[in-house]
Structure formats: structure tokens, C-alpha cells
């Protein structure tokens, strides 16, 4: 599509743009800093925690008793370098009261191994945040792997992985342009898709190790890693 053609779109586009602070995808972030607040002294993790973009999340959170930043490369704002993967490996059971992860789980070979990993070092009755994509742009290549629509978090968040989800929207709304003629696309542009998803799940018992397993190691699928940008200076 030519860029003069682009520019005339989200012209006219720009009387129907929402304020984006209103937008509910953010409030469930909201929420979860909310319920931070009304604990006391609480442990958190932060999973992707590398300052990459000039948007750091420690600050939001200045009553909690330890706030640990992990992410696969070290940098600003990380200090525990490993892989989400192997969670468990890193930090004992049942240590944190709260787990967040922004734009992260895209990035993961095996989300659902994660969520497990998560649920070991989490405490019963701890809550996790979790905000991704259903709709965006393919990213930090080789390890853009993941879209998440709003039912699929069913697949992640159950009695099975430990959980139960307390809130879950998307939001950031998009619309979408065929550019090929192939006619079952064209009609997309009349189609609104959502760039963000949010998620707060609590944990209410250990995953059932009895049923669930995934002992695949992800040098046993790809030889690559997620590229190490470097942080802002």
C-alpha cells in the first residue's frame, strides 16, 4: 500500500479515534496495581523485564516487599537472567503474590509450558497479569511465534493449570485492509480487530502435574534465541 495512500486513511480515520486512556484494555492493568496496593509487602515477578523501549514497570509498584525483573538477556532492569521456560529452576515454589508480563508471551515457544512454570512459584490465592496481542505487526524476528484471541486464554488459564480468570478484555480496536483482490478478504476492512488482551488470573490450586506434561527443551525445536536489543541509554 503507498505511503500517500496511508496517510489518507488515518486522516480520515481520526475523527473516529477513541482516547486511549479510556480504552479497557488498560484498565485491567489498573486493577492489578490496584489489587497490589491492598496488599501488604507483597512479592513480584516480572517476567520480560529488560528496559528495551523506555517503558519500565517497577515504579508502579512501590509498596511491594521485593520486585524481581527476569528476562532472557541481561540489561536494565533484569536481575535474574534465564528462561520463562524453566521458571521453577530459578526461584522456589510458592514465592511470589504476584506475577506481571507485558508483550511477552508472543515471544514464547511454549506459552503453555510457561503458565505451569508460573503457577509453581506463585503462592495459592497469588494473581498473575498477563497483556499481549490478538492483532500485530510480526516482531523481534526469529521469535515471533503467537496471537492471542480472547478464548484462547480458556486454554491457558483453568483448573487444570491452577488457575481461574478474573478479568480478561481486549481492546485497542483496529481495521484491517485486504491488498490482494482475492475476494473472501476484502470484506475484512468492515471487520474491527483488537491489538491488545489483558488478562488477571488467580491461582487456586497446583497444576495437575498428573495430566499435564511438557518436557520438550526449545534447543530440541529451534536453534535460534530471541535477539538481544540492546536497552536505551
Known amino acids: 500500500m503507498n505511503t500517500w495512500f496511508v496517510r489518507i486513511l488515518n486522516f480520515l480515520h481520526r475523527p473516529l479515534r477513541k482516547n486511549a486512556a479510556d480504552d479497557p484494555y488498560h484498565r485491567v492493568l489498573s486493577d492489578f496495581i490496584s489489587l497490589a496496593s491492598s496488599m501488604s509487602s507483597p512479592e513480584i515477578l516480572e517476567i520480560g523485564s529488560r528496559n528495551v523501549s523506555g517503558t519500565t514497570r517497577r515504579h508502579l509498584f512501590p509498596g511491594c516487599g521485593e520486585y524481581v525483573g527476569f528476562d532472557i538477556h541481561p540489561g536494565d532492569g533484569v536481575d535474574v537472567v534465564g528462561d520463562a521456560h524453566k521458571l521453577s529452576s530459578y526461584f522456589s515454589s510458592n514465592r511470589f503474590d504476584l506475577v ?134
Open 100 to 233: 506481571l508480563s507485558v508483550s511477552v508471551f508472543e515471544h514464547l515457544l511454549f506459552p503453555w509450558k510457561v503458565v505451569m512454570e508460573m503457577n509453581r512459584v506463585m503462592k495459592p490465592g497469588a494473581f498473575v497479569y498477563l497483556s499481549t496481542h490478538p492483532a500485530w505487526p510480526t516482531h523481534e524476528l526469529p521469535w515471533d511465534f503467537w496471537r492471542f484471541q480472547h478464548n484462547g486464554f480458556h486454554a491457558l488459564f483453568n483448573s487444570y493449570t491452577g488457575f481461574e480468570i478474573v478479568s480478561l478484555i481486549e481492546g485497542l480496536p483496529c481495521r484491517p485492509y485486504s491488498l490482494v483482490n482475492d475476494p473472501p478478504t476484502i470484506p475484512v476492512c468492515f471487520h474491527t480487530l483488537n491489538q491488545g488482551i489483558a488478562v488477571i488470573a488467580k491461582k487456586t490450586n497446583d497444576y495437575r502435574e498428573d495430566l499435564l506434561r511438557w518436557d520438550i527443551n526449545i534447543s530440541d525445536v529451534v536453534n535460534t534465541i530471541y535477539p538481544n536489543n540492546k536497552s536505551p541509554s
